[in-house]
């Protein structure tokens, strides 16, 4: 059975760090892809990173370059979300979730997600 699982949120001051992680299980690691979401109260979710090992394919939004990285671990079950000087609009629930399609690069668009996760909360505030 297919399952996600995000780990690593909390509460952070502006300008601090965190790394969210998504295992994964049930999934062929060489085929899938991983997103990141994130949803504030009163606003749609939001594509964030997302990364396809296959393409050697990775996004982000305009919002996140150069603050968030994406990786995968070696294996391609274990997803992470570096995220740099974190700022108070970043605060929200991250969700990661499970792109099938066995063609095409990486999307933001939660449209080809299948899978997702719980969520975690990620507040930024002093």
């Known amino acids: 059975q297919a399952q996600l699982v995000e780990s690593g949120g909390g509460l952070v001051q502006p300008g601090g760090s965190l790394r969210l992680s998504c295992a994964a299980s049930?999934?062929?690691?060489?085929?899938?892809?991983i997103g990141w979401f994130r949803q504030a109260p009163g606003k749609e979710r939001e594509g964030v990173a997302c990364?396809?090992?296959?393409?050697?394919?990775?996004s982000y939004a305009d919002s996140v370059k150069g603050r968030f990285t994406i990786s995968r671990d070696n294996a391609g079950n274990t997803a992470y979300l570096q995220m740099n000087s974190l700022k108070s609009e970043d605060t929200a629930v991250y969700y990661c979730?499970?792109?099938?399609?066995?063609?095409?690069?990486?999307?933001?668009?939660?449209?080809?997600?299948?899978?997702w996760g719980q969520g975690t909360q990620v507040t930024v505030s002093s």
């Open positions: 979730a499970a792109d099938r399609r066995v063609l095409g690069l990486c999307s933001l668009s939660p449209t080809v997600y299948t899978e």
């Open positions: 990364v396809r090992s296959r393409y050697a394919s990775t």
């Open positions: 049930g999934f062929n690691p060489d085929y899938y892809g």
